[in-house]
């Protein structure tokens, strides 16, 4: 079965950096799509980034320029780098993974627990 950790959360000024981990347990990691979402209070998750299994990567339009999003099929890890942090960037962050999918979608199968990112202004 596949397991999600995520890790780098926490508190950050505006214009601040933070770097998010999502770790997988199970098999083939190479062969997922792998990807970040976010919800902040009273808001629907939203697809942050993605990265396909051929290191494709997709950006939401909210936060193309600031964030980045790289796999390390070695280390069976997801990052997200977020640069240039912004209030409205505050939400829990949640990382999926899909092993049908180049890219995730809020329908993908495995999730992971959520971390939390606040930007203070």
């Known amino acids: 079965q596949v397991q999600l950790v995520e890790s780098g959360g926490g508190l950050v000024q505006a214009g601040g950096s933070l770097r998010l981990s999502c770790v997988f347990s199970?098999?083939?990691?190479?062969?997922?799509?792998m990807g970040w979402f976010r919800q902040a209070p009273g808001k629907k998750r939203e697809f942050v980034a993605g990265?396909?299994?051929?290191?494709?990567?997709y950006m939401a339009d909210s936060v193309k320029g600031r964030f980045t999003i790289s796999r390390d099929n070695a280390k069976k890890t997801v990052y997200l780098q977020m640069n240039s942090l912004e209030p409205e960037d505050t939400a829990v962050y949640y990382c999926?993974?899909?092993?049908?999918?180049?890219?995730?979608?809020?329908?993908?199968?495995?999730w992971g627990q959520g971390t939390q990112v606040t930007v203070s202004s």
């Open positions: 199970g098999r083939t990691f190479s062969s997922y799509g």
């Open positions: 999926a993974a899909d092993p049908r999918r180049a890219m995730v979608t809020t329908d993908s199968p495995f």
């Open positions: 990265i396909s299994w051929s290191d494709i990567t």
